[in-house]
Structure formats: C-alpha cells, structure tokens
C-alpha cells in the first residue's frame, strides 16, 4: 500500500510516458508565453488588431491549461514533468499578462505586485511541504483562476465604457480572491503541519 507523500514505486503499476498529449499542451503553453507577450507590446502596445490577436493567443492559452490537467488525470498522464511544468506555465502566462498589462498603464501596478506575491509565495509553500505531500487545490482557489483569466482576457482587449468598468470591476474581484484563498492555502498549510508534528 503507498504511503502518502512517498512516490509509488509498485513495479505492476504503468508509468506514464513523458511524452504524452498532456504535457505537449504544457509546453504548447510555455511557448506561447513568449508569443502573447511579443503581440501585446507591438506598435505602442495600444493597437486594436495586435490587442485581439494577444486574447486569442491568452485565450488559447488558458483553454490548453484546463485540457491538460484533465487529460492528464482521466487518462494517467500524470508525470513528474507535467506537475512541475504545468503550474510554472500558469504563473509564467499570468505573470507575463499582468505585468504586461501594468507596463502599458492599463492595470495598477498594486494589483499586478498582490497577484504574483500570492502566486509567488503559495509556489514557495508547496515547494516546501512537498515532501510530506501535495495540499489540493481548493475550489475557491480553481475559482479564483478562472476568475483572473477572465479579468486579465477582458483587460487585453481593447476595450472602453462600461465593458472596461466591467473589466475592473471583476479584476477587483480576482484581487479579493487572490488574497483570500492565499490566506487560506497557508492556514491549511499550517494545519496539516501540525498534525503530522
């Protein structure tokens, strides 16, 4: 029987290929990145035509990170490669938007600079209780997701008038649940460490 945390070293069970459809759509993401943010600064970065091809390339983007983590878990495509690269081309997308969209002057360096410590520091937390095991994604956190990608899509449109309010406003939104499942990633966090302590 696996112990929890420990990796499962039963010969009988198959290991999934590196190379799978799964993690191609991981790396599918990653090269993106690169592509969305080249498409978001070209001219004065405030171009109608390049702005919608940068929200085709972050939709594409955000669709290809909900496939892969599906795949992966209803087809056993699960690999060490994927759990690790998979959550790196999220924050990588994520960051790179945000801080794109902050150099342009359309989002509040305040808000980019919440987001990343968030992202950045439940990364850092996972890191470090890995070795005890992996503290699930919470429902209010895979909210929160879809949630920024929606705000971070609305704001690399090229939009104004009320469908930009509308934009912050769910930006504000994304702000408070960042903050929000953050806290609660690290009292889970501190929970499950003293109970195995």
């Keep these: 029987m696996p112990v929890p945390g420990q990796p499962d070293t039963d010969p009988t069970v198959p290991r999934a290929s590196v190379a799978n459809v799964a993690n191609l759509l991981t790396g599918i993401r990653l090269v993106l990145v690169p592509v969305f943010v080249y498409a978001l600064f070209i001219g004065d970065g405030h171009e109608t035509v390049w702005r919608t091809v940068a929200f085709v390339i972050f939709a594409v983007a955000v669709i290809t990170d909900h496939f892969d983590g599906a795949l992966a878990r209803s087809y056993g495509m699960v690999t060490e490669f994927g759990k690790l690269a998979d959550p790196i081309a999220d924050k990588l997308l994520i960051g790179a938007a945000l801080i794109g969209l902050s150099a342009l002057g359309?989002?509040?360096?305040?808000?980019?600079?919440?987001?990343?410590?968030?992202?950045?520091?439940v990364t850092v937390l996972r890191l470090a209780v890995l070795r005890h095991g992996v503290i699930p994604a919470s429902r209010g956190g895979k909210l929160k997701t879809l949630v920024q990608a929606i705000a971070i899509g609305l704001l690399i449109l090229p939009l104004s008038g009320v469908w930009l309010t509308t934009a912050m406003a769910i930006m504000w939104l994304a702000v408070v649940l960042t903050v929000v499942t953050g806290v609660d990633y690290v009292v889970s966090a501190v929970k499950d460490s003293r109970m195995r302590s």
């Design 106 to 121: 359309d989002l509040p360096w305040w808000i980019t600079v919440v987001i990343l410590v968030r992202e950045i520091g």
